[in-house]
């Protein structure tokens, strides 16, 4: 299976609604400095980075927060 394309994130409102829109799919982290390194992270990070955000946002659909 071809490897998809990398999403581009660029506010917390994309971020809860890709996290929300996929449960349980596969989530990694790109982190560029001196050298490109890749990170998995784990499922109940994203449970609990999406707790985090709903208290944030609310019960607001905006885009940006």
Not at 16 to 21: I, P, Q, V
Not at 25 to 54: A, S, Y
Request: charged fraction near 40%.
């Amino acid at each position: 299976m071809a490897r998809q394309g990398k999403l581009r994130i660029e506010s917390l409102g994309e971020l809860k609604k890709t996290l929300t829109a996929s449960p349980g799919c596969e989530i990694g982290l790109l982190v560029r400095d001196e050298r490109k390194v890749e990170m998995e992270i784990d499922p109940k990070v994203i449970t609990e980075l999406v707790k985090l955000l709903q208290k944030v946002g609310g019960s607001r659909d905006e885009e940006d927060y």
